[in-house]
């Protein structure tokens, strides 16, 4: 009962409003009006069109003019209500953005119907999120300004994971699938966090509210003659910039072992500590434990020895354990060439001396949580353009910057208008 008469003293609201927009003529500016390409643009009458609103739809009439130069029409009142983008008012437009960062395009259709009462198409959706997705990812570029004070100590983790793509967008491309194909495109992910928080051990915990992501489907490398940085180096250092990374008097860059990580941080952080997550260490022992012994409960046995190995820092030990194996198994022999490449990264017990974290799950849970739970559902295939939309207004809301982000939005459409 209560949700019906909410909806019919909305419906009498938005008809309140239409009869007083569709009686105010005053957009009407003359026979001609300059349009923006420099042409002019005549009168055409007035064109209805039905917006949605928070109120529910509002069917309009404006004044319509069309430009014999650029064959553009167009109607100054849906610039001075900003309107002229899309069928949805400000107000949908960003609710629309909101559920489609969080679930799928047909599911944030149903939900803005069931909790605000608004009626958006999957179509709409699908174009308003990624439109806005587009605007975030260019603003993202341009707003570095730092967002708050700097603590001594900061973390900066990177990651990939791979997104399902349409076929167009893996044509030809080399990949992981049986005959050498690709079926994925790695989005690249950089996160920043503080841990100045103990525990009751003493030791650091993530502050609340302290992460910030950054994440596309772009490439880390370039030629080592360019003077310019990577597509992904460059997001990476606009990240630290924001967070004030290199500001602090501790910086710390955590990744898995992944070569370009390594590269990447050392070209744009080589004052950093650098720390192989502890986490994905141990996973990665636990992968190759399996290989050799199965589900055994003697494999868990080898799997717990070398964790503790790990954790107190003998390598020496944990690789001749690994060497025993290397004969039938080529994982072990891999593994040994991991612990070789990154024993610097895995000096635990020293890192811990120092304060630092050596694993918070965030490293490994960042892809998940921006990418995962919402570009890897199933049945969903993607193009390079959409999922980076999504991704940029996906990690906008988990940053906490989405509020900045619309003001400076409609800064910049007052100016315009």
């Known amino acids: 009962m209560e949700t019906f008469a909410r909806r019919q003293a909305l419906r009498l609201a938005a008809r309140a409003l239409e009869q007083r927009l569709n009686a105010d003529t ?57 309107l002229e983008s899309f069928s949805l008012t400000p107000g ?74 349409r076929p167009q967008e893996v044509a030809d491309r080399a990949g992981k699938q049986a005959d050498g194909s690709a079926k994925t495109r790695e989005a690249k992910l950089v996160t920043v966090w503080t841990a100045e928080s103990r525990d009751r051990e003493g030791k650091p915990v993530r502050d609340p509210g302290s ?3 950054s994440s596309a489907i772009e490439s880390a490398a370039t030629p080592d003659t360019s003077p310019h940085l990577s597509d992904f180096a460059a997001r990476v250092q606009r990240e630290a910039s924001r967070r004030g990374f290199t500001e602090a008097l501790c910086q710390v860059v955590l990744g ?26 141990k996973e990665h022992l636990g992968e190759v434990g399996k290989v050799i012994y199965g589900d055994s409960p003697e494999g868990k046995v080898w799997i717990d020895a070398r964790c503790e190995e790990l954790d107190e820092g003998h390598l020496k030990s944990l690789v001749h354990a690994l060497r025993s194996h290397i004969g039938q198994h080529k994982e072990a022999r891999e593994c040994i060439q991991y612990i070789w490449r990154n024993r610097r990264r895995m000096r635990y017990p020293q890192f811990e ?22 570009l890897k559902r199933a049945g969903m295939h993607w193009t390079v353009k959409g999922a980076n939309a999504i991704i940029a207004l996906r990690c906008s ?8 982000f619309w003001e400076r939005r409609s800064e910049r459409k007052q100016v315009a208008a």
Request: with cysteine; net charge negative; hydrophobic share 35%.
């Open 26 to 82: 005053s957009d009407y500016v003359g026979p001609e009006l300059l349009c923006p390409c420099g042409g002019v643009a005549r009168y055409h009458g007035r064109h209805g069109k039905t917006f949605e609103s928070v109120l529910g739809p509002l069917h309009l009439k404006r004044a319509y003019y069309d430009c014999g130069r650029c064959h553009h029409g167009f109607c100054p009142r849906d610039r001075a209500l900003k």
């Open 92 to 165: 949908v437009l960003r609710m629309t953005a909101s559920a489609a960062a969080l679930v799928s395009f047909e599911e944030s259709g149903a939900l803005l119907h069931e909790l605000a009462g608004v009626e958006v198409s999957v179509k709409q959706v699908e174009r308003a999120a990624e439109a806005l997705g587009a605007e975030i990812a260019v603003d993202e570029r341009q707003d570095v300004e730092r967002m708050r004070e700097v603590p001594p100590t900061m973390y900066l983790g990177l990651d990939g994971t791979g997104v399902p793509m």
């Open 211 to 213: 992460i910030s992501y």
């Open 256 to 281: 898995d072992g992944a070569t370009w990580i390594w590269n990447t941080a050392t070209e744009l952080f080589p004052q950093a500590t650098q720390i192989l997550d502890r986490f994905h260490a």
């Open 353 to 374: 001396k120092q304060g630092f974290c050596t694993s918070t799950g965030v490293v490994e849970s960042g892809c998940k949580i921006v990418v995962g739970t919402r």
């Open 397 to 404: 809301k988990l940053s906490g910057r989405f509020q900045d």
